[in-house]
T-cell receptor, first 112, second 115 residues
Framework: SQKIEQNSEALNIQEGKTATLTCNYT??????LQWYRQDPGRGPVFLLL?????KEKRKERLKVTFDTTLKQSLFHITASQPADSATYLC???????????FGTGTKLQVIP | DAGVIQSPRHEVTEMGQEVTLRCKPI?????LFWYRQTMMRGLELLIY????????DSGMPEDRFSAKMPNASFSTLKIQPSEPRDSAVYFC?????????????FGPGTRLTVT
């Protein structure tokens, strides 16, 4: 069966360090993968998209990698700040018109 | 633009009652999605529309759930009759075909509690 796995345990890191979040999937062949940020009491907010033929994508302090052989995406936040504390969701294109399936998310806590 | 607008923000109802959630997508967007989020199951797609036409409703849990999009600026998700297990946060999102990031813009959500 299809599965998207993100670390269910919260990730705590010190301010200034690089945070690395993982998204693993099985039985998908996604044409693209997205990352969203969700703050408590709010809807998810889009951050980045990476396509299957792209190895890496960067946006400011964010970097996403996509390894279709390992079936894994890594999401990095460099020089992390307390304001980066949130839940981060990966979403895989799963066919049809813009249909994506979301992972359950990883909660990141950046400690000052 | 005001973003995606959802109402009500909170809804508390008793089991067996009808619940109607409302969504106004971003003007000009041609896709509209309804999601449900719980701690146990995460964010699940219920149904989505393209140009007001339902494209995929395979995520609708059962016949108690129905969704309509009578025009490009309004959609409803109805639960009748509601049950305690329907308690969740319901999100509406919209997107624009042709935008290369395929990003979805989410509303603030409706927190539904069924007692």
């Amino acid at each position: 069966s299809q599965k998207i796995e993100q670390n269910s345990e919260a990730l705590n890191i010190q301010e200034g360090k690089t945070a690395t979040l993982t998204c693993n999937y099985t039985n998908y062949s996604p044409a693209y993968l997205q990352w969203y940020r969700q703050d408590p009491g709010r809807g998810p907010v889009f951050l980045l998209l990476i396509r299957e033929n792209e190895k890496e994508k960067r946006k400011e302090r964010l970097k996403v990698t996509f390894d279709t052989t390992l079936k894994q995406s890594l999401f990095h936040i460099t020089a992390s700040q307390p304001a980066d504390s949130a839940t981060y969701l990966c979403a895989l294109y799963s066919g049809g018109y813009q249909k994506v399936t979301f992972g359950t998310g990883t909660k990141l806590q950046v400690i000052p | 633009d005001a973003g995606v607008i959802q109402s009500p923000r909170h809804e508390v109802t008793e089991m067996g009652q009808e619940v109607t959630l409302r969504c106004k997508p971003i003007s000009g967007h041609d896709y509209l999605f309804w999601y449900r989020q719980t701690m146990m199951r995460g964010l699940e797609l219920l149904i989505y529309f393209n140009n007001n036409v339902p494209i995929d409703d395979s995520g609708m849990p059962e016949d108690r759930f129905s969704a309509k999009m009578p025009n490009a600026s309004f959609s409803t998700l109805k639960i009748q009759p509601s049950e305690p297990r329907d308690s969740a946060v319901y999100f509406c999102a919209s997107s624009l075909a042709g935008k290369i990031s395929y990003e979805q813009y989410f509303g603030p959500g409706t927190r539904l509690t069924v007692t």
